[in-house]
């Protein structure tokens, strides 16, 4: 993300103030968004962050949740990841050995790297979705779900907490 923001900046700096734009800046803004973008599903997927109908499954038990998550991620994830992951990686893969580079870009940037994320991204969300299949079963034997793992916290709110436990005698 910060490769991505300079690059911008300096991009933005050579167009408009020094009026000297760049050829290659385009190409690595979508290139690098894009990446950022595949790679954050996995993520997305482990914080149960991702979009879900919930103003019906929230009233559910969780047992009853569990089950119809496990029978989702089996009908409609995993086909279309092990879809992506195969897919992608042939066109990766012979886009690798080719040295593919863009033909709409004055630069001729490379861009079987971006294509590797794609097969990279399938796979990392192949493993977030049996990390998500074994939680699914957990519940669905025990009916609580399983704590999800610590996460960034916003500065202020470390803060906030930390202020309090000083408090407290």
Sequence with gaps: ???????????????YVLNSPTVWAFDMSYMMYGALFMMSGAYAVSRNSHVRGDFIYRKWANRTQAKVDLTLYLV??????????FTGGQYAFESMRILESSVNSPAGVP??????????????LLIAGISEVMRCLVCIRTGDWLSRGGDVEELEQVLIQQYAEKAQP
């Design 1 to 15: 993300m910060l490769i991505l923001t300079a690059s911008t900046c300096y991009e933005v700096f050579m167009r």
């Design 76 to 85: 409609f994830y995993f086909p279309a990841i092990f879809a992506m992951v």
């Design 111 to 124: 861009v079987w790297p971006l294509k590797m994320v794609i097969f990279v991204a399938g796979i990392t």
